[in-house]
Every structure is written in structure tokens, then in C-alpha cells.
């Protein structure tokens, strides 16, 4: 492989959100707020700093309403700067203008690498960036960037991780470093993944966060994974079948991750954004 670019970006959105009931029974969960924009308008933000150019989103069966989001609307965009919205309409100028946005509906709903898997015809010998919108990560400089530099250096599998305690590890895929290296890198070779361990099970402090970097055949992976954690087809489960034969890593964040997939993460998130924008 001697590409060199990552030109695209998956945005797995197809999720229920269940835990956001009643207001995802109309809306989808990406679409939810965290201070003064949608959690999937911070990932594309994210994709476009990172100078992707193809958006593929993960959507389920009646979320139009994704797609309605990132449509053309100049007289919203009008309406925006009317009402001091200008930085949010210039968002939506250079989404439309930089951005090439594509919609796969995922038909059942069986796990992050089941959702990857679902973009594979769209992504044919093409290394690409995988953003879970739930997972807001702060930081001036996004983590991505950090990421796709490092892959132009070395190309491989990389996954975004922050430090856990033992108490939340049922809670992540948490990597095992490769030997010991001594370097002050956030960069570190592993040698093993595991999803969701039982408390006291987990071979590092590190769990895997929503970014991540990969090469295409990830999906040769996928395509014999069985389902694991949650009886579901795990992202990670197949990132560690490819660890023998492709080089993998983790990355250690700077800035500062926000679960958004709760309601008490979101409002966290939002209660940050707030701070940062007086």
C-alpha cells in the first residue's frame, strides 16, 4: 500500500439511543446538542481540520434528518449570520463547499465493526478515519490530525486511547502495549487488544476511544469476526485479529474526551463549550 493521504472519514450514526429516550424517538442521538452544535457537526468539524474530503455517515433506516442537517440551505445560513451566527455559517460554507458527504444505511444494528463493515464497497483499497460523533474530543489541535500525521510515517492501524481506572474497564476495548518502550511518545506499539475485560482482567490502563485510523483490509477482518462483547460484531475484536500482519497503535490523547453518549457526558461537554466560548 503507498497511499499516502486519508482521504475518508466513516461517522457510525445509526445508533437508537436508547438512553437519550424520549428525545431520540424523534430525533437522532448525533443530532443532540452539546452547547451550540450538534455532536455530528463536531465531528465533521474534526474530518475537515484533518483535510478529509469524503464524509461517509452511518445512518439507520428514517434518519433523514441527518441528511436534511448537511444539506445545501443558503436562507438558513442567511438567517444565521442575521442572528450573530456567522462562525457557524462559515461551518456550513466550507462543509458544502470542501466536502463530499455519502449515506450508507445500516440495515440492523450489530456493532461498530458491523457499521464499518457496511461501508466496505465505498471504501476499496482506501486506508480511511473512523469518528464516533458520541465521543467529544477536545483539544485546539484535534487528536485526527495528530493521528493521520503519524500514519504518513507509518502506516498501520491506529486507535485513539485515554487512561482508564480497573473500576471502568468493562467499559472499553483496552489495548496491551507491545513490550516495554521507554520513549515519552504517545505513540505506542500494542500487541493486543481486549474488548469490555471483567475488573482485574484489563492488560493496561488504556481504553479505546471513538478515532481511529485504518487500513482497508480491516475489512477481511470483519467479515469473520464473531459477535463478542454485548453479543455484538466489535470493531476492536477485529482491529486484534490483524495485529500479527499489520502494524498497530495506539495513541494517548492531549485533550480532553467527553462520553456523550449519556446524557451526564453531554451535559459535561456542553457545560465546557459554554466556558470556552465567554
Not at 445508533?15 to 465531528?43: E, Q, S
Not at 487500513?215 to 464473531?226: G, L, Q
Not at 453518549?261 to 470556552?276: D, K, M, N, V, Y
Request: hydrophobic share 40%.
Amino acid at each position: 500500500m503507498d497511499k499516502k493521504e486519508i482521504r475518508f472519514a466513516v461517522l457510525p450514526s445509526a445508533g437508537f439511543g436508547t438512553r437519550f429516550l424520549p428525545f431520540t424517538k424523534v430525533v437522532p442521538k448525533v443530532l443532540a446538542l452539546a452547547y451550540d452544535r450538534p455532536l455530528i457537526h463536531f465531528a465533521v468539524l474534526e474530518a475537515l481540520a484533518a483535510k478529509i474530503e469524503n464524509i461517509i455517515i452511518v445512518i439507520s433506516e428514517g434518519q433523514e434528518s441527518i441528511k436534511q442537517y448537511f444539506d445545501s440551505d443558503p436562507q438558513t445560513e442567511k438567517n444565521m449570520r442575521d442572528k450573530g451566527l456567522g462562525i457557524i455559517a462559515e461551518e456550513f460554507k466550507s462543509f458544502r463547499e470542501k466536502l463530499n458527504f455519502v449515506y450508507v444505511t445500516q440495515e440492523a444494528q450489530l456493532g461498530l465493526g458491523h457499521a464499518v463493515l457496511s461501508c466496505e464497497q465505498l471504501l476499496v483499497d482506501e486506508p480511511f478515519a473512523v469518528i464516533l460523533p458520541d465521543d467529544l474530543l477536545i483539544n485546539p489541535q484535534p487528536e485526527l490530525i495528530r493521528m493521520i500525521n503519524a500514519w504518513r510515517q507509518h502506516q498501520g492501524n491506529y486507535v485513539a486511547v485515554e487512561q482508564i481506572s480497573s473500576e471502568d474497564a468493562p467499559n472499553y476495548g483496552v489495548v496491551e502495549i507491545a513490550t516495554k518502550q521507554h520513549n515519552e511518545s504517545r505513540f505506542k506499539a500494542i500487541k493486543g487488544m481486549v474488548e469490555k475485560p471483567v475488573i482485574g482482567a484489563a492488560p493496561s490502563n488504556l481504553g479505546v476511544i471513538g478515532r481511529y485510523v485504518l487500513m482497508p483490509n480491516i475489512f477481511d477482518a470483519i467479515k469473520v469476526t464473531e459477535p463478542g462483547a454485548v453479543k455484538e460484531i466489535q470493531l476492536t475484536d477485529a482491529i486484534n485479529a490483524c495485529i500479527e500482519n499489520v502494524a498497530t497503535y495506539a495513541y494517548l490523547i492531549e485533550g480532553v474526551r467527553h462520553d456523550c453518549g449519556t446524557p451526564h457526558g453531554l451535559l459535561r461537554a456542553s457545560i465546557e463549550l459554554s466556558s470556552q466560548s465567554k
